[in-house]
Structure formats: C-alpha cells, structure tokens
C-alpha cells in the first residue's frame, strides 16, 4: 500500500500533504480538480484516495462515488471544512472510509492512514463463505490488544458479508472497529481525547498506550462482544470495564451541523454506518444494529 492521490485544488494543501506522505514513504499523485483525478486513478490505481470535498466542477461526493465504482477496495478518505457536512455524509454513505477536517492535523491523518493499512492488511487474510450463512450468537473477549482488534471485528462480522454490497460490508467493518478501539482506548485504558492528542502531538502516545496497558492488565480490564442475528437483524454488544461516560453529547449524523465541532470521529462514523447505536448506562456499553437489506 504505497501509492496515495492527493485530490485539490488548493495547491498549499496539495502540497503539504505530498510532501508530509512522500517523508512516510508513500508514494503521492496529485491531481487539481475531480476531473483530473479520476484520470490519474485511472492510470495509477493508488490504493487510497483523499479529496477535498468542495471543489468547483465535481465534488468529493461525485470524486468518491466514481472511484467506488471504478474499484470498491479503494479507501477513500475526504477533506473537510465548514460548510459541507452533508456532502461529508454523503461521501461516508457511498463507501468513502474516513475524513479529516481543516486545517489538517498531520499525525491525525498519519493515524486514519495507519488504520487503514492494518484494515486492508486484515481484508487479505479475510476468506468469506460466499453461499452459506450460518450464524451462532458469537461472544468474544479481547484483553486490550488494539493489533487484535481487526480480527475479532473479522471473526464477528464476516459470516453476515453475503447479505450485504461490499461498501456497506466494509463500513460495518469501519464502525465496528471504531466501538472496540474506544472501549479499550476510552474505557479500559482510560485515556480521554485529550490525553491522546497531546500524546500524538508529543510523540508519546505509544508509551502512554504501554503504561495504561499495563495498569488495565493488572485490574484485569477486558472487552466483551456479543453478536446474533436474528429476525433479519445483526445486533453487536460491545462492553468494556471502565467508567462509562457522558454519551449523551455524541454528535448525531443527523444533525451535520455538530460533525465539525465534535472531537473525535469514530462513533460519528459508526452511526452511518449502523441503523442504530445505542449506549446503555453509565456508557460503557454499546449496542449497534443493522437490519440485512438483501435477502439471500
Ligand atoms: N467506551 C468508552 N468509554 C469511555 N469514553 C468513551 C467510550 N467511547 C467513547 N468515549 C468518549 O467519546 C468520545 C468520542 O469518541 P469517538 O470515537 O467519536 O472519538 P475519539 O475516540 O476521541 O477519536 P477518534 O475515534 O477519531 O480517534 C471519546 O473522546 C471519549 O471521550
Ligand atoms: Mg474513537
């Protein structure tokens, strides 16, 4: 996964972003305008694409929904700035995998970057029964292994792919792993979002991670998943050992105009992607739905 197209028109950030991915070794196209961009998507075939959402002539909406088309493995991650929530939403809906608001936080998209390579690194070991579907209530408990993660949302999700269309597969994939990271993340390990972006921004996150991880260890923190699937409905539990918190405050895709405002973006994610997403007291556990829409 080397090659990245950078699609703006605001050469700054084009700019910025070549030079920031090529020093992590990747390998950058840049293209000015959606038009152009899907021209060098034709030609290069990078794995992942960003856009800028708000382009004159075609917006990263219609930029995402071609390229879905023209590949669905392709990870598309949107740019963002105030103003065009719903075209951000929409974008999620047609299968792009991630955003990043303006101005850009380097490390942050180093990181939606990273995810993304572990999930397709996760995508290539997946072997999916295409003709049968047999689904138990499955329970699984992970320690606080955030490289583990793809693997349980793997184990959970994939007896229920042949009912869905690839993109919507894959963002059931996203949300899912979004709510386990925060189960460990937030709530065993305890580390807020604040705690995290000044650990990022001071290069310390990984030793923040291996000392939380340690103290969680010792008081015998875990996550529990639970999933069935029936009536046509796949209902996922995510329970963690830590305190909960104030859930009451996560933005709604329904109300875009809070997208930008919000801190982080994983649950904002998931509930695009789930029909529901429902925290139960004191918020440490979540239970996510999503009815099947094509019948085998
Ligand atoms: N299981 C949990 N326990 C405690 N707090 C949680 C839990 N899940 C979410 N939160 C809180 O909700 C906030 C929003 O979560 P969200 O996943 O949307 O963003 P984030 O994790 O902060 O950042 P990102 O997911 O973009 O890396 C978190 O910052 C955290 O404060
Ligand atoms: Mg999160």
Redesign the pocket.
Known sequence: MKDILVIDDEDSIRKVLSIALQEKGYNIFEATNGREGLEVFKQKKPEIVITDVKMPEMSGLQVTREIKKLNSDVDVIIITGYGSEDLVIESLRVGASNFIKKPILLTELF?IIEDIALKRESKKRLEVAKDVVIYEKKKCIIGNEIKKIWSVVNQILFNISPFFEKPTYEGLRIGLY?II???I???NLGI??DD?NEALNSNTYMDLLEERIKKAEEEGKKVQITSTFENNIFEIEVK?D????D?KN?PSPNDPDKLLE???????LTSIYYDEVKYLDP??K?ILKKQITKPL
Do not use: L, P, Q, S
């Not at 919000?262 to 904002?268: I, L, S, T, Y």
């Open positions: 990181k979004e990271i925060n189960a993340e937030h709530g807020t979002y995290k963690d830590g305190n909960g918190f859930y996560i919000a801190h982080g973006r994983g649950v904002f918020g440490n979540v």
